[in-house]
Antibody, heavy 119, light 110 residues
């Protein structure tokens, strides 16, 4: 059974770069599926940040595209997120996911990690 | 401002049927399938419905989804106390070339 675990600093200073890693176990990223980063500001709804296919093809949210980089390290079976020039509005719980999509039972999400941007 | 529109709240007594709407446009719901997620307090979203009306294994049959035109709905039949949660709809948007979510609906069991 696949498991996803986000990790990274819980506090980032404004104007700096937010960097998170998602370690995948129980499934090889290189075997397929789209993998995504999704965030949720406190008390608000979900926002898709971007997705990457195992081949490296990426899709980004147009509103974040200029600041976001998503990549995979198949040797470590990890997904990574970099978001630069952060502001307080980037404070959120960040989730990595296998999906979203019509994956049914094969869709999976990590537990999420809270990142707070401080001034 | 979310691309998909959901009512912020819904409620019902135990055993009642509750329906949540999700309104979109021709570039998203009108063209693509819809997922629904349940998010219990303090936890990650969990896939509840995919491909408009399919339930992953383990999801109780009292949850059902439907889609018509540019809108989708989630119905909870026989509402139970453990159904108190936030519910989110999601789909792919062909114009934005990305996934879009609704703002979420908080379901309260009275």
């Amino acid at each position: 059974q696949v498991q996803l675990q986000e990790s990274g600093p819980g506090l980032v200073k404004a104007s700096e770069t937010l960097s998170l890693t998602c370690t995948v176990s129980g499934y090889s990223i290189s075997s397929g599926y789209y993998w995504a980063w999704i965030r949720q500001p406190p008390g608000k709804g979900l926002e898709w940040i971007g997705s990457i296919f195992h081949s490296g093809d990426t899709f980004y949210n147009p509103s974040l595209k200029s600041r976001v980089t998503i990549s995979v390290d198949t040797s470590k079976n990890q997904l990574s997120l970099k978001l630069n020039s952060v502001t307080a509005t980037d404070t959120a719980v960040y989730y990595c996911a296998r999906g979203p999509g019509d994956y049914g039972d094969n869709e999976a999400w990590g537990q999420g990690t809270l990142v707070t941007v401080s001034s | 401002q979310s691309v998909l529109t959901q009512p912020p709240s819904a409620s019902g007594t135990p055993g009642q049927r509750v329906t949540i709407s999700c309104s979109g446009s021709s570039s998203n719901i009108g063209t693509n399938t819809v997922n629904w997620y349940q998010q219990l307090p303090g936890t990650a979203p969990k896939l509840l419905i995919y491909s408009n009306n399919q339930r992953p294994s383990g999801v109780p049959g009292r949850f059902s989804g439907s889609k018509s035109g540019t809108s989708a709905s989630l119905a909870i039949s026989g509402l139970q106390s453990e159904d108190e949660a936030d519910y989110h709809c999601a789909t792919w948007d062909d114009s934005l070339r990305g996934w879009v979510f609704g703002g979420g609906t908080k379901v309260t069991v009275l």
